[in-house]
């Protein structure tokens, strides 16, 4: 195997294990806090990922303005997830969080 390739595979696996380990924090720290499981973060995640190519590639902004952008962005649908989704369960019954 050549060497660049092995390389390329190793920060490949290195970015993507990063990308697990943050959504693995997501979830221990809302279960940890709120008590309620939240399937939802690979959604902030693709919406973020598909916003920032969109910025990038079709808008043509510099890459780390749309990654700016796109933060504002994910934390804007994460705060409308928590009002549309999370405080109606606070005061719920149990069973209602297991139907979600």
Do not use: E, W
Not at 61 to 74: D, S
Request: glycine letters at 12%; charged letters at 10%; a positive charge.
């Amino acid at each position: 195997m050549d060497g660049a390739i092995f390389l390329q595979q190793v920060v490949n696996g290195m970015s993507l294990g990063g990308m697990y380990a943050l959504i693995a924090i997501g979830y221990t720290m809302v279960y940890g806090v709120l008590r309620l499981i939240n399937f939802a973060h690979a959604d902030v995640m693709m919406v973020g990922a598909f916003s920032t190519l969109f910025l990038f590639s079709s808008v043509g902004l510099p890459f780390g303005v749309a990654v700016f952008l796109t933060l504002g962005l994910c934390g804007l649908f994460g705060m409308l997830i928590d009002r549309v989704a999370y405080r109606p369960m606070r005061q719920a019954s149990k069973i209602s969080m297991l139907i979600t």
